[in-house]
């Protein structure tokens, strides 16, 4: 349905000659029908934090490997040790619906994919990229001066 606005809908009253009490009374109306309610208070929005990036100054991590994982946002205060959880959670509330008992989520790759972002949302877990993205290891370390010493002993090339 088209919108129009209310001074126009006014002018067009006025040339079919309304009562000027009527339109004044009419134009207060619209007025008030169209102007947002100011008693719904949306709460504050959730402060949000990031989770994913792989420091390694310890070489714990094979250095060769490949990996592979998903960026989510949970809330500022929640620790990220609880996002796992939060999927499994969102996994579990999907396969009881008609469509997940039809397609159950089995992995994390699954959930990620394939569920719809609602039922992440209720579990206050965002989804940033619904695709695999690889994940690199670095040793925290930006170099001092191309080719030093101390790259040459980690092996790196000037």
């Known amino acids: 349905m088209p919108k129009i606005d209310v001074n126009q809908v006014a002018e ?3 040339r079919n000659d309304i009562d000027p009490a009527l339109l004044r009374q ?6 008030q029908a169209v102007e947002p309610e100011v008693d719904e208070e949306k709460p504050p929005a959730v402060k949000k934090q990031f ?4 420091s390694d100054p310890d070489n714990k991590l094979p250095e060769k490997a ?7 946002q949970i809330p500022e205060d929640a620790s990220v040790t609880s996002t796992t959880e939060r999927i499994h959670k969102a996994a579990y509330e999907f396969n009881t619906t008609k469509k997940g008992r039809m397609m159950p989520a089995k992995t994390v790759a699954d959930a990620v994919e394939n569920i719809p972002a609602k039922h992440f949302k209720e579990q206050q877990l965002w989804v940033k990229t619904k695709a695999p993205v690889f994940v690199i290891r670095t040793d925290n370390e ?6 030093s010493e101390k790259d040459a002993r980690r092996g790196r090339l000037g």
Do not use: D, R
């Not at 009419?26 to 007025?31: D, K």
């Not at 989770?51 to 792989?54: A, D, G, R």
């Not at 930006?142 to 080719?147: D, L, S, T």
């Open 66 to 72: 490949e990996f592979t994982g998903w960026v989510f």
């Open 51 to 54: 989770s994913i990036v792989v």
């Open 12 to 14: 067009i009253l006025k």
């Open 26 to 31: 009419i134009v207060e109306e619209m007025n």
């Open 142 to 147: 930006i170099p001092m001066e191309k080719g």
